[in-house]
């Protein structure tokens, strides 16, 4: 099984400024890598597939790269409506697709 | 417009039965793997495993195998989970999602809004 690990747990930062969260995969997953962005009380939402593509609805300072066994997702210049817990999955090869334990983005 | 929309909060003892569904609507329900994931308390998501309607073709995560079961019945476009034997430590919110049509991209395109099981004594 392919294990996900985010870094930091908590990410404080300033309204307005970037925010650089990392994804890290055990083994290559190519860029067979999934973000989710869940906000207190939803489900959470797809935000980024195939490691960089964005989903529908997301503005574009959303960005995600990466590949292999690193990536990275960016926010560019936070809005209020960014802070969330994000998660990373993987996609690659054979279930479970597992997630990463997940990135608090908070305000600062 | 694709919608995934769950079934009711439960509150069970542990030893209990449960069965929890996701209605599919706005999409051709036998053409789309769909698949759960578990949230405990204050706690990251957890990938269960993924179901295909138009052969019952199951995939489960190793961590969950053996103690739930994915199903679907293809005439009312609704997948289920379903336990035989609640534990206290199956308290959790549990969330349907339904996949990209293509198949080797397996990532959650469109979410349920969630189901809260709480087993307790």
Known sequence: EIVMTQSPA???????????????????????LAWYQQKPGQAPRLLIYDASTRATGFPARFSGSGSGTEFTL???????????????????DWPPYTFGQGTKLEIK | EVQLVQSGAEVKQPGDSLKISCQGSGYNF?????????????????????????????????????????????????AFLQWSGLRASDTAIYYCARLPIIPTTPYFEFWGQGTLVTVSS
Request: hydrophobic residues 30%.
């Open chain 1, 74 to 92: 960016t926010i560019s210049s936070l809005q209020s409506e960014d802070f969330a817990v994000y998660y990373c999955q993987h996609y690659y």
């Open chain 1, 10 to 32: 908590t990410l404080s930062v300033s309204p307005g400024e970037r925010a650089t969260l990392s994804c890290r995969a055990s083994q290559s997953v190519g860029n067979n």
């Open chain 2, 30 to 78: 036998i053409d789309y793997w769909i698949g759960w994931v578990r949230q405990r308390p204050g706690k990251g998501l957890e990938w269960m495993g993924i179901f295909y309607p138009g052969d019952s073709t199951i995939r489960y995560s190793p961590s969950f195998q053996g103690h739930i079961t994915i199903s679907a019945d293809k005439s009312t476009r609704t």
